[in-house]
């Protein structure tokens, strides 16, 4: 559980770009990322909470992301985002993203970390076995 959590937070670094989908009521919509920081063994992401982003993810926790690493493989992953906006956390994510700290401030109303909660995650190639994450 631990190594499957590490193996898809280094996926989600080595792509740099990864691609997270949510609702809107019944439309989907899909934007790149790019933060996945590992704290207190969960991966979390950053955003502002004026975004549509947080609107949708506070309307409805579920989401889809996939990326694609440097080896051609891809990556799905599922689950939902739980709000975490300790200071803490927010330093975490700022610390792994310093270029962000112009947008955003540990502990303001605006900084909204989220992390991933219920994950499946699967690891697909065109020229290998797939391998299933385990959390």
């Known amino acids: 559980m631990a190594n ?4 898809l937070h280094a996926f989600l670094k080595e ?6 989908a949510t609702a809107d009521g019944d439309q989907p919509r899909v934007r790149p990322f790019g933060t996945a920081t590992l704290f207190e063994d969960r991966i979390y992401i950053l955003t502002s909470k004026a975004k549509d982003v947080s609107k949708q993810i506070a309307a409805n926790q ?5 990326a694609m690493d440097k080896q051609g493989r891809w990556i799905r992953v599922s689950g939902v985002l739980k709000a ?9 994510l700022l610390a792994d993203y310093p270029h962000l700290g112009s947008m955003y ?5 605006n900084t909204n ?12 190639s ?3 076995e797939s391998e299933i994450l385990s959390f």
Do not use: C
């Open 15 to 20: 792509a740099e770009t990864y691609y997270l």
């Open 105 to 109: 401030k540990a502990g303001d109303e």
């Open 126 to 128: 065109f020229t290998g």
């Open 113 to 124: 970390a989220l992390y991933f909660d219920q994950i499946k995650a699967a690891v697909y």
């Open 62 to 66: 579920k989401f889809e992301i996939s």
């Open 84 to 92: 975490d906006n300790r200071v803490e956390a927010h330093n975490a």
């Open 4 to 7: 499957d959590i590490k193996k």
